[in-house]
T-cell receptor, first 114, second 116 residues
Framework: QKEVEQDPGPLSVPEGAIVSLNCTYS??????FMWYRQYSRKGPELLMY????GNKEDGRFTAQVDKSSKYISLFIRDSQPSDSATYLC??????????????FGSGTRLSIRP | GAVVSQHPSRVICKSGTSVKIECRSL??????MFWYRQFPKKSLMLMAT?????????EQGVEKDKFLINHASLTLSTLTVTSAHPEDSSFYIC????????????FGEGSRLTVL
């Protein structure tokens, strides 16, 4: 079993829809959770990070963590064509430091139709 | 935000040759840099952790003699793919975090290697 499982997609939704992206994990040591966005042929960029169960909101993006179920989600409201990208969930066990090893999900390819 | 630059962005080489990819943190010092490999439609696979002034730590299954990593300064790490073969063709991405900071990782733009 992989440490991090992510719905592979691809996911295609119309502009303005609410998008839900999800990951599950098996290692209860994971404490720090992140979502990265990666455009084609580019490096990933950090969208959001959180270390506690519950919701964290940033503009149109909401990150949700449920540690009891080992389940995390990223919601995108009022989706835009510019949101079309691959979204990667990522996790770290223990204390987050500059030397922490990040475990990535396989990524979900999202396409927003105008 | 911090900038991490990779060079070259694309490289094509013949089988048996060696290729060097550079990763630079342009506006911050990075004591630790990470090298990843990404296959099409797959996630990033951590290859090694590069620490300035010391030997890199390789992940299980990654050949250290094949993928040479050098982190000679606080702003530069290099990955050399030695005696490249077609199966080494991939997208290689580096990341770095600030020596003093929250630990947030900043990724390079990636380098696409094609071995003929």
């Amino acid at each position: 079993q992989k440490e991090v499982e992510q719905d592979p997609g691809p996911l295609s939704v119309p502009e303005g829809a609410i998008v839900s992206l999800n990951c599950t994990y098996s290692n209860s040591a994971f404490q720090y959770f992140m979502w990265y966005r990666q455009y084609s042929r580019k490096g990933p960029e950090l969208l959001m990070y959180t270390y506690s169960s519950g919701n964290k909101e940033d503009g149109r993006f909401t990150a949700q963590v449920d540690k009891s179920s080992k389940y995390i989600s990223l919601f995108i409201r009022d989706s835009q064509p510019s949101d079309s990208a691959t979204y990667l969930c990522a996790m770290i066990g223990g204390v987050y430091s500059s030397a922490s090893k990040i475990i990535f999900g396989s990524g979900t390819r999202l396409s927003i139709r105008p | 935000g911090a900038v991490v630059s990779q060079h070259p962005s694309r490289v094509i080489c013949k089988s048996g040759t060696s290729v060097k990819i550079e990763c630079r943190s342009l506006d911050f010092q990075a004591t630790t840099m990470f090298w990843y490999r990404q296959f099409p439609k797959k996630s990033l696979m951590l290859m090694a952790t590069s620490n300035e002034g010391s030997k890199a730590t390789y992940e299980q299954g990654v050949e250290k003699d094949k993928f040479l990593i050098n982190h000679a300064s606080l702003t530069l790490s290099t990955l050399t793919v030695t005696s490249a073969h077609p199966e080494d063709s991939s997208f290689y991405i580096c990341s770095a975090s600030k020596a003093s900071g929250t630990g947030e990782l900043f990724f390079g733009e990636g380098s696409r290697l094609t071995v003929l």
